[in-house]
């Protein structure tokens, strides 16, 4: 036995274990520096302050992780299916059961605590999407396959939506990244970046302008797929001396026509190209080309009730203030703003340890949760922020590469889906407190305050250390 535990701890991967506790012990400090108050000291186990209850949180995180590592790590092959269930049964009671906070009805509570089924909810998808991707003749080319998977992955999104908690709901799509490792085709991936950039150039061109885009926009495509630049050339070319005509009939006739309505009109230049593609007798390039623009147009044309009637006012209004439509420092965009100043002042190195004003002081709303990284910003300045950036990248890295190491379908998929759960929080919460993404409001892994979500993100990462382990032994 002594012989087994010896050889289990050595297997463990303690690089990622020690930068975990790197991170749960520097995000309690910052906890710590947000509730501090001078001459009101209060002990860790008080239980009156974020920070002390923060504390216990961590106790408990740890506890979870050694429970993880003693539990056969063939437990969570077995019962994915049953673990899935359970919290998905959790998240459809809290719509009846929950209390409601910030206008999301997501948290049971009990007593002074409160729980959050949408953190628990990512270990159940994580789960389910590593089972049914390793399970025999499983293949992502075939449409039953596939619907099944996306069914199982998006469900627990579709019942946060319904609690009105959009954050948590639309980290599930990050699990996308790990179907694409498993050889979904990049077509897919490649019209996903392309249906996000045609919403946000929507929202910033008008409809007139984005014609020729998107028809431009699908040569550019055809002319790629089919490693020729004729059909690029000939077409721009097209379009250019359409335009040029279009100025030239318009000057002469004393036409009033505005610049938009000329670069509309000049989208009918397209026809050639396509009358050019049949007479070379490319019938598969033709298809692409039509159908990408008419699913192209088909967004476009949807953006506007999608935006006005589907969206709620404040994400709307988070979508106009990064796009720079509206500008609302004391409203709407205050988080954001209080945000940005708190980085800022912390300059190069910061104001020090406690000393941080903006944080301290509640100027900054959600200081300790979704605004976690600010108070880093304030106290540690550009030197303490860039480290904690490039320790998380390492971090990712290194599940990356743990996740590469698999001989097991089941660990490499699990482990893909760690990275993704990962990479889309980091991503997300660093970005909205700078401005470059929406505030939508999820937490930063292990340093946000919440028993929930630490012990969430703390089972996602025992539960692959220890399938790392038994790499070599799992088969399945």
Known sequence: MADFRKNFLARVDWITVIIYLVFIAFGWLNIYATNYQEGQELGLFSMLSRHSKQFVYILAA???????LIIDSKFWVLFAYPVYGVVVFFLVLVLFLGREINGATSWFFIGSFSIQPSEFAKIGAVLIVAKILSQFNFSV????????????????????????????AIVYFALILVVFREGLNETFLIFGVIGIFLFLMT???PFSVLVPLVSLSALIIVSLKEASFRVLLFGAL???????ALIGVSLLGNLELNAEQLVGFAAIASLPVYLWIIWQKRLRSLFVILSVWAVSLLLI????????????????????????????????????????IAIGSGGLTGKG???????????????????????VGEEWGFAGSSFVILVFVGFLLRLLYLAERQRSVFSRVFGYG?????????????GMTIGLVPVIGIPLPFFSYGG?????????????????????????
């Open 203 to 205: 929202l910033l061109i």
């Open 418 to 430: 760690v990275f993704s759960i990962f990479f889309f929080h980091f991503f997300i919460n660093i």
């Open 301 to 340: 044309a949807s953006v506007d009730y999608l935006f006005n009637e589907v969206m709620e006012d404040h994400q709307r209004s988070r979508i106009n203030q990064i796009l720079g439509f509206e500008s609302d420092p004391l409203g709407r965009g205050y988080n954001l703003n209080q945000s940005k």
């Open 141 to 168: 080319h075939n449409w039953r396959n596939m619907t099944l998977l996306f069914g199982a992955m998006l469900l627990p999104s579709v019942l946060i939506l319904l609690q009105n908690d959009t954050g948590s």
């Open 62 to 68: 740890l506890i979870l992780a050694i429970v993880v």
């Open 238 to 244: 097209i379009q250019v001396l359409m335009f040029v």
């Open 452 to 476: 929930s979500s630490l012990w969430s993100f703390t089972f996602l990462l025992f539960i692959f250390l220890h399938l790392d382990t038994d790499r070599f032994d799992v088969v399945a």
């Open 353 to 375: 340890f406690l000393k941080g004003t903006q944080t301290r002081f509640n100027f900054v709303p959600e200081q300790t949760t979704d605004f976690i990284y600010c108070t």
